[in-house]
Every structure is written in structure tokens, then in C-alpha cells.
RNA sequence: GGCGCGGUACCCAAGUGGUUAAGGGAGAGGUCUGCAAAACCUUUAUGCGGCGGUUCGAAUCCGCCCGGCGCCUCCA
């Protein structure tokens, strides 16, 4: 089967076929380091981490570039972002830019996902933006207007292709008033006049000024992944008007084609608000990861689809959390079966259609990359492995180690749930605490053995205390953590 | 006002024309166990917001209605 991916501008689900075979070029919108990063964030980039991680299984060479917007996004009153808050801090720009950018970086790995291949700054690509604005102009697409460049929407009559919008539409629903040097409300500016005071500037043949938001992203993916590339994806709230704009621009300055397919994460809510800054209801995830293990945010993220939005409660956090457990301590009990599995004479193969766990698995990330389903089916299977393992009959390595593959391929290589070691317990990891804690278990084993209960409750009792919990199986005592 | 998305069990959430409506959490009962924990088994929606329609057949398509949310203005 081949791999379908919903596409926005069609909005239908359609085949991927890449521009150059066994090759992907991906942009996605990146943050805006101003403030750090919140649980939408989150959604958004282990979405489209998903999306990397499949096909980079599917065996595609993958170039990922997910921009950093440090300049030129423009709040209701015209004031940049970035100048916003670092007269809030009282700093340069550029160190809010580079303390919010590592919180960024720090914040999404720990929820796993993979670093893009190319992480651009708009600041650091001035040039290119100009050059663009420049063909702009040039082609006639663009006006000056007292050293500020305006896109002409109406020189592009596909404008609205994306989000289903008429411009005649766009006028009537503009409430904001029209800024008198735009020849027409919906025109946007690709580059604009810096006031006296306004510390970000850069000197281009309008004068000094600094570049628009949408040119950022326009210039930084044509530079990186040529004119036309396969993948452009962000929020739903960036499809209008941000990729609209985007689109304009780009295809006025080449003549041709974009993207070809552009992806759209839906949103997060809150207690079933709306999260939004002027809310002041949005959570960060540096405080989420308070509450939650990072791992247990992913999972939950992964349970609904990309495309459906995802209401956040503690609530619905524990859940995951319960269930994530759940499919993790299949694997650590696999794998501790697999270390003994070694040293011992085994003789079962164990009997697990893998092959079929494997297609359906495949079957449904291809599937517009169906996360929830595909978890489904680990759990499915894990009940399979589970059975298997509570039997107690000794299974070739071989056999154990062909299960494991599949929970190292879906679960770790593209849902990045399952780590590549998990704490195994009973095994000794050299670590002075596991050869304390098997002190204990074997002390208690022989305390049970005398059947002094109250005594072998007490080691129990004392290291969940401490974190550790003990579980006694037929064949002996293993400890996780939790 | 315009555009769009979805209403599936106590909670989260797949499924989008066809055998008994996935999966996870929570609850109940059971097996195993000294007891726990874990695991496994059984169980909790004759029904998928409501009402009509199309069809041999609809949660799934169409229409209307009722509530929910989002975008249109900065946000991933």
C-alpha cells in the first residue's frame, strides 16, 4: 500500500509521490522565540516528527528544515514580537532570541523529537529576503510605499487557494483598520520602514527596515530545499493567512508550483478553552513536564490524530500515563526474558504472527500516519506478548529478540514512545543501586521462604517508599522504577 | 456576519457504506499469588447529538435542527 498524506490544498487525502524519487524536502514553520515553548508547540512538532521519523522508515532521504523566527513578526499594533519582549526583559533582542531558542531545542528533546536537519534564523537570511522582495518588485507583484513593500494581492488571482477565501471576502471581514499606505487592506507587507527607536535594522534599497513575516519562510525553504519542494507544514492557524502569503509570494517569484503537499496539525485546548495567550491560559511546557513525564505528553499527543484537536486535562494526562506504563512494562519485561534468554537453554519458539502485526501497523501510518490506531495495535499486541511471556515456557532468543524488533521499529524508531534501553530491573547495569536492590530481593526471597510475611511486606513497603517496586513472578523477582 | 471542523460508553479516542462499533484510562467480577503488584479472562454504547431522507444495508452519504469548537486579528 502506498502512503496517503491529507492535503490542504485539495483537502483530500492523496498518494505521496515525491518530486525526486527516494527524496523528501519538508519546511515547517518553526517558533517564534519569544516566550517559551507551550504545549501546542508540542502537538505541532512531534506531529510533523511523526511524520519525518515514517519516512525516514519508509527509507526516503529526508531533508527537514524548520525555520526560528527572531524577527518581523508583527503583533495587532504593528509592534515586532521579539523587540516586545526584550523591552519587557530589558535585553537585546538577540538574547531573548537565543535564550528562548535552547529552551526550544531543550524542550522538544525531551519530548523526543529529532532536531530538523536545518533550523534557519530569519535574521540570519536577510539577504535572501531581500533578494525575493527585490523579484517581487521587479516582476511587478510588489509596491513601495515610503520605504515599506507591499505584496499586491490582487496580482495574484490563485490568493485564497489554500484556506478557501475570496478576496472580496477577506474585505468585508476586515475589522482592523486599513493602514492608509496599503493600496488594498489584505495586501501584506514584505518589507517594512524601521521607526528611529526600532532596535532591528537592516539596510536594504528601500532604506533601513527590517523584513515581513511571511517573507522568512518563502526565502529560507527555496534556499534550503530549492524552488519547489514536496512538504510544507505547520499549525491549522498558520494556513491564513501566513501560508496563504507564503504561497503568493513564492509562486509570484518563481512562476511556478510551492509546495506540492501542505499539512496542517490541528489545535490544542485547555479544559476545553481555546488556548491563547491573551487567555493567559496557555501552559508551558517546562511547567507541564512538572506533572508529567515528557514521554507520557508524547503518548498522549500520539493517541488522537494529527488532524483532530487534542483537549488537555490532567484528567486525560493520567490516563496516557496509566497507559504508557502499561506498554513499556511489556517491553521491560521482554527484554528481561531476552537477557536470560541468552545465558539459558531454550527451546519454544515463541508463536506471534509478527508479519501480520507488522502490515497492519504499516497499513495504518500509511494512512495519513494514524498514530492512535497504530497504538491500538501495539496494544494488541502486547496482549499476544504478554500471554506469551506469562506462560513461563522458555523461549529462544531468537524468537524473543524478532518481537523485540517490532516494538524497537514502531514503538521506538518512528512513535519514539519506547526507549532504546528501559531500566530492566533483576539484570545488573553495573549501577551500585541495582546490586543494592538485588541485595534486598535476595534477602526477602529467603525471608519468604520462611514464610515471614510481615518482614517481606516491610522490604516491599520500604522500596516502593523509595521509589522502587518490586513484582514477584514464577520464576522469580523483578524492580522497576515508579 | 463570513468560512471551516467535529459531536462515538463514566473519561480520552480510532473507525467514515456491509459480519459481533478498535484501543487506552476508570469501575465491577474472576484467574494467578502468602498478600500485593503485574498480567490474563469476563463485563460496562442493540447503539455512534436529534429528526427526516437516499440505500437491500448508514455511526459512516444528503438535508434540517440542537448544542461545541476553531479561523477570519498575534499565536504551533
Known sequence: MALNIYNTLSRQKEEFKPLHEGRVGMYVCGPTVYSHSHIGHAKSYVSFDIIVRYFRFLGYKVLYVQNITDVGHLLDDGEDRMLKQSKIDKVHPMQVAETITHSYFEDMDALGVLRPDISPRATGHIIEQIELVKQLLEKGFAYEVKGSVYFDVRKYKDYGKLSGRSVEEMVEGTRVETRSDKRAPQDFALW?????????????????????????????????????????????????????????????????????????????????????????????????????NPLILRFFILQSHYRSPLDFSDEALRGAGAGLEKLLNTVRNLRHELARAGTESRTADALIDLAMFKARLRETMDDDFNTPQAIAILFDFSREVNTLLNTGTPYTAASLLAIDRVYREFGGDILGLIPEAIETGGSSNGAMEGGLIQLLIDIRKEVRAQKLWALSDAIRDGLKNIGITLEDKKDGTTWKRG
Open 192 to 292: 517594512k520602514k524601521a521607526d528611529p527607536e526600532h532596535i532591528m535594522r537592516w539596510p536594504s534599497p528601500w532604506g533601513e527596515g527590517f523584513p515581513g513575516w511571511h517573507i522568512e519562510c518563502s526565502a529560507m525553504s527555496m534556499k534550503y530545499l530549492g524552488d519547489r519542494f514536496d512538504i510544507h507544514g505547520g499549525g491549522l492557524d498558520n494556513q491564513f493567512p501566513h501560508h496563504e502569503c507564503e504561497i503568493a509570494q513564492s509562486e509570484c517569484a518563481t512562476g511556478h508550483a510551492f509546495a506540492t503537499y501542505w499539512i496542517h496539525n490541528n489545535l490544542v485546548t485547555v479544559n476545553g478553552q481555546k488556548m491563547s495567550k491573551s487567555l493567559g491560559n496557555f501552559v508551558t511546557l517546562k511547567d507541564a513536564f512538572k506533572k508529567f
